[in-house]
């Protein structure tokens, strides 16, 4: 069974320029996950989605942060205008169902190097 | 609002020997689910062990057990015959296991594994 697919691995950009991430979950996981994970830090949610609605976004900086799971399949992390304090290693997550208890598996997440 | 405290930013072990991390947690809820996971340098988190709280027994996995002390609100994890492949970083984390909410885990900070052959 193939993992969660994260795209690029490694992106760096200048500040106030925009950037993109992409996720595709383990196939037939209806619910995905974003998470921003700071050096020497644990990861933080930005956004859950239940199929392509969304659940939590109560972390998410809605002035620059946006994300999208069109037809509840894969997902696109955006970020504009980029901060130097959003570098970091952004991970998506998908498990199976809501409600179950069902383990969160993650990709292999994508660094983000603003300049 | 829930929280996960790792006290141990760094740990080392000899291969072969055992060692044990720990990791407390803080919530008013009765059912939730606690995680370890690891993270090599390679940055993909894995899953180690799991344990829901309604579960008395302590989980196991071949080398890897925690144990679980609800009242207390701690979940250590003992790595046995430790290998040189266990060096990684290791989060514990939380996730509430009430329903119809946010189902995120809330992570430590993390403990740095080093294994010395």
């Known amino acids: 069974e193939a993992g969660v697919a994260q795209s690029p691995r490694y992106k760096i950009i200048e500040k106030r320029q925009s950037v993109a991430f992409w996720c595709n979950p383990i196939?037939?996981?209806?619910?995905l996950y974003w998470y921003q994970q700071i050096l020497g830090q644990g990861p933080k949610l930005l956004i859950q989605?239940?199929?392509?609605?969304?659940?939590?976004d109560s972390q998410l900086p809605k002035d620059r942060f946006s994300a999208e799971r069109l037809k509840g399949v894969d997902s696109t992390l955006k970020i504009q205008p980029a901060k130097l304090e959003d570098s970091a290693v952004y991970l998506c997550?998908?498990?199976?169902?809501?409600?179950?208890?069902?383990?969160?598996?993650f990709g292999p997440g994508t660094r983000l190097t603003v300049l | 609002a829930q929280t996960v405290t790792q006290s141990q930013p760094e740990m080392s072990v000899q291969e072969a020997e055992t060692v044990t991390l720990s990791c407390t947690y803080d919530?008013?809820?009765?059912?939730?689910?606690l995680f370890w996971y690891k993270q090599p340098p390679s940055r993909q988190m894995i899953l180690v062990i799991r344990?829901?709280?309604?579960?008395?027994q302590n989980a196991t996995e071949n080398r890897f057990s925690v144990n679980f002390q609800k009242a207390a609100k701690s979940f250590s994890l003992k790595i046995s015959d430790s290998q040189l492949g266990d060096a990684a970083m290791y989060f514990c984390?939380?996730?509430?296991?009430?329903?119809?909410?946010?189902?995120?885990?809330?992570f430590g900070k993390g403990t740095k594994l080093t294994v010395n052959p």
């Open positions: 997550a998908s498990s199976l169902r809501r409600g179950t208890g069902d383990t969160q598996y």
């Open positions: 344990q829901e709280a309604y579960k008395q």
């Open positions: 919530t008013s809820e009765s059912d939730y689910y």
């Open positions: 989605f239940q199929n392509n609605g969304v659940v939590d």
């Open positions: 196939s037939g996981h209806a619910t």
């Open positions: 984390a939380y996730r509430s296991g009430m329903g119809g909410g946010s189902e995120k885990l809330v």
